[in-house]
């Protein structure tokens, strides 16, 4: 599953899953117009790009891929995820939810010279609105985290000088979105030494889905993303593949 068409239009397309084991996609995209929920947030859509190229960079960076033609390569695909050509076709025929324009933001890594967006469009207007989380959302991030500080793991229950305070990964100036999947919890005294606000290896301190790196230069993020999706695809008991989770 690695010959192309060089001169073929395909799409660069991702399949994974995060720190908590749910399938993601992402894909290659390129800027189409800005959110009419937040005019810092982009609409971006999957891109055509040429097929050579990208595999030679997917594999300069030690990541393997495959190209996906027909059914059956689509359907050998669903089952190892990981990088592929997707031809043209094909993706609009099968993915079209995969290629489709999506509200995105930025990752915070653009800031230190990374790149890289995570998907927006199904977090709720509150996320855009209010930067301090409301009470129900602080509890859940708490709840989730033990009550305890991500950085140092001290808790009130133990300590009973410390304030926990709620942080966005992405940071609110970057136009981070008040979200769960964006907050974490950190003590009063973390959170203030925290410099520079945007650190990406606590997403995976917090098991956090997105990228603990500015960039994952040597894949090694990249293999344990496929390496849990296949572990996903072991486990799964409904078999429908084609349709885990959403572009990121």
Not at 214 to 226: C, F, K, N, Q, W
Request: with cysteine.
């Amino acid at each position: 599953m690695k010959a192309f068409d060089p001169e073929g239009s395909y799409f660069a397309l991702t399949l994974g899953a995060n720190r908590r084991g749910q399938p993601f996609w992402s894909r290659q995209s390129h800027w189409v117009g800005w959110s009419d929920r937040n005019p810092d947030w982009e609409i971006r859509a999957a891109s055509l790009v040429h097929p050579r190229r990208m595999a030679e960079a997917w594999t300069a960076i030690g990541q393997g891929w495959v190209s996906v033609h027909d059914d059956v390569s689509l359907s050998i695909y669903l089952r190892i995820g990981g990088n592929a050509l997707v031809e043209r076709s094909v993706a609009e025929t099968r993915l079209p939810f995969v290629i489709a324009p999506e509200e995105c933001v930025h990752d915070g890594a653009v800031a230190a010279g990374g790149f890289g967006f995570v998907v927006t469009s199904h977090l709720p207007d509150s996320a855009v609105q209010r930067r301090a989380p409301d009470r129900k959302l602080r509890m859940t991030v708490l709840k989730r985290d033990g009550f305890r500080c991500v950085v140092c793991g001290r808790r009130p229950a133990e300590h009973v000088d410390l304030e926990l305070h709620v942080h966005h990964l992405i940071p609110w100036r970057l136009h981070g979105p008040t979200a769960e999947e964006n907050l974490i919890t950190l003590c009063g005294t973390c959170h203030k030494g925290l410099d520079p606000d945007f650190e990406p290896s606590l997403r995976e301190i917090a098991r956090l889905p997105g990228s603990a790196k500015i960039l994952d230069s040597d894949g090694t993020e990249y293999r344990a993303d496929v390496s849990r999706y296949r572990e996903w695809v072991a486990t799964s008991r409904s078999g429908r593949v084609a349709g885990a989770g959403r572009p990121g």
